[in-house]
């Protein structure tokens, strides 16, 4: 699975969720293709836990991939319109509504049907998708497809909880509520219908959105030191996260009862508990 460099999960997963994760997924298995989601706040670790279990599965003999929902962003032009036509912020890739959610649709098609198919890559560095010719491509047969994103799985929100701003980004920059609202109503649209194609849900659960702040700045720390050129610095990383805000807090408060699978994480990312269904 391709990472990209400006989202470094950590090396190995907690060995507990690993194998919780995969017994979960081993119960599930049709004899066709099967979808695995894994939801998870920003740096918890879902590129990881995803690149493991495709290791699992092909060591068992199952033909195996990982996709991640960052690498189906619209293009960065496409974003631009977004913004231009729609609000401003919709301009930074992250909510529903700034995904090609029928790019999605079609590449698991493709899967589901047993044929081979491209897999679609994002590249942080640009801010725009990876020319074709960079993606990588699933084998015909392809049977389990890990389908890792931060909001992979998550419902909307009831109109109401939308009127009040969660934080100074949505205060100052969307005091009238159209950018929340057009990503929950996307939310409640073509996501609903992607987000169907799950076979089951795994959720890595941050101890709170606070935490989260911190595991990214670990994330540009590392690319700090690597001189990489799109490192963020605190202000910026605090910035871009509040646009995940909103639905990472409905996600922690709503998705423990539904899915098939919560790790609850540590600060340093270990499993605190884990439950299965």
């Not at 899967?111 to 084998?139: I, N, S, V, Y």
């Not at 610095?233 to 408060?253: G, P, Q, V």
């Not at 998705?255 to 990312?269: C, F, K, T, Y």
């Amino acid at each position: 699975m391709n990472s990209s460099p400006t989202d470094l999960p950590p090396q190995m997963p907690d060995p507990a969720i690993l194998d919780a994760a995969w017994e979960a997924i081993s119960r599930r298995l049709n004899a066709g293709l099967t979808v695995a989601g894994i939801c998870g706040s920003q740096a918890s670790g879902k590129s990881t836990l995803a690149a493991a279990l495709v290791r699992r599965a092909l060591a068992e003999g199952i033909p195996a991939v990982a996709l991640s929902l960052d690498d189906i962003y619209r293009t960065r032009a496409e974003r631009q319109e977004l913004a231009r036509i729609v609000h401003p912020l919709l301009r930074t890739r992250g909510v529903p509504g700034t995904h090609d959610v029928a790019l999605g649709m079609a590449t698991i098609a493709a899967l589901a049907a047993g044929e081979a198919a491209l897999l679609p890559r994002f590249d942080k560095g640009t801010d725009d998708r990876a020319p074709q010719a960079q993606w990588d491509t699933a084998p015909a047969g392809t049977r389990l497809l890990i389908f890792e994103g931060w909001c992979t799985g998550a419902v909307a929100q009831d109109e109401a909880a939308l009127a009040e701003p969660v934080n100074a980004l949505e205060r100052d920059e969307d005091p009238d509520g159209t950018w929340r609202a057009y990503a929950n109503r996307a939310l409640a649209g073509e996501y609903r219908a992607l987000f169907g194609q799950l076979d089951l849900l795994i959720l890595l659960a941050a101890p709170g959105f606070e935490t989260v702040y911190g595991w990214r700045v670990q994330q540009e720390q590392v690319l700090h030191q690597r001189a990489a050129p799109q490192a963020m610095s605190d202000a910026a990383i605090a910035r871009f996260i509040a646009h995940y805000e909103r639905l990472t807090r409905h996600i922690l408060s709503e998705m423990p009862a539904r899915a098939d699978m919560v790790a609850w994480l540590a600060e340093d990312r270990s499993a605190s508990r884990i439950e299965t269904r």
